[in-house]
């Protein structure tokens, strides 16, 4: 299996992000594996580029290219008002229609409470599914209340963060090479 590349997006307004603090953990994880990982903050792409998709601006073509040459994505927002983030949905939309076609996604959360765990499968990974995903693992959520109040770094060989940890080998597993798998979903739009 030759070199695997995982983009994760994530799409909190928040400067000191739980969302993002989740997403670390999962790269520390992927990237000991051999994982080339890189992460795209959508709250630092340029805001009126993405707003008017102006794909002349060079954060929003970088964006684009990253999520092209990538095997997995992972999917990454903070609830608000019960769904996944308008920001989130807005760099998903400058994407192509089939961005996601050939490709693995792991979709993440973190909310206020369990109450809207499902947002997560019910609104985010319909939208993904229409963008082409080869297979999309299962979501893994995060109530905020479980991260430590003064450090918001998560250790995904702490007991209490096992679910974390069997979410990222399945992950892990699903970045196969295999030709047979390659087949699922979307077929690959000419490069
Ligand atoms: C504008 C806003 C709306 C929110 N709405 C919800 C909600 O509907 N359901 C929920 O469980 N949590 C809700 N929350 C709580 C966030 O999902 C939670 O604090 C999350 O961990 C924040 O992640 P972040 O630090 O990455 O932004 C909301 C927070 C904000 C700021």
């Known amino acids: 299996m030759g ?3 995982v983009v994760a997006i994530s799409g909190s307004h928040s400067v000191s992000s739980k969302t993002v603090a989740l997403v670390d953990a999962v790269l520390r994880e992927l990237t000991s594996a051999d994982i ?3 992460h795209v ?3 630092e792409l340029n805001p009126v580029a993405l707003l008017s998709a102006d794909f002349g601006d060079e ?3 970088s964006f684009l290219r990253m999520v092209g040459h ?3 994505l992972i999917i990454a927002t903070p609830i608000y008002k019960a769904s996944f983030t308008g920001l989130l949905k807005a760099a998903l939309d400058i994407l192509p229609q089939f961005a996601f076609a050939g490709k693995v996604v792991m979709p993440l959360g973190t909310g206020g409470s369990l109450a809207h765990v499902l947002a997560l499968d019910y609104g985010l990974r319909p939208v993904i599914q229409s ?3 080869r297979h999309i693992v299962q979501s893994h959520f995060v109530v905020e209340g479980d991260f430590s109040k003064d ?3 998560i250790n995904v060989d702490d007991p209490r963060w096992s679910g974390l940890r069997h979410a990222c080998t399945n992950f892990l597993h699903s970045l196969t090479d295999d030709g047979r798998a390659a087949m699922l979903g979307h077929p690959r ?3």
């Open 59 to 61: 954060s929003l073509t």
């Open 151 to 153: 450090d918001q770094r």
């Open 70 to 72: 990538a095997h997995g």
């Open 3 to 5: 070199i695997r590349r």
């Open 41 to 43: 903050a959508v709250r």
């Open 131 to 133: 963008m082409g995903a």
């Open 36 to 38: 080339e990982c890189e």
């Open 189 to 191: 739009p000419a490069a």
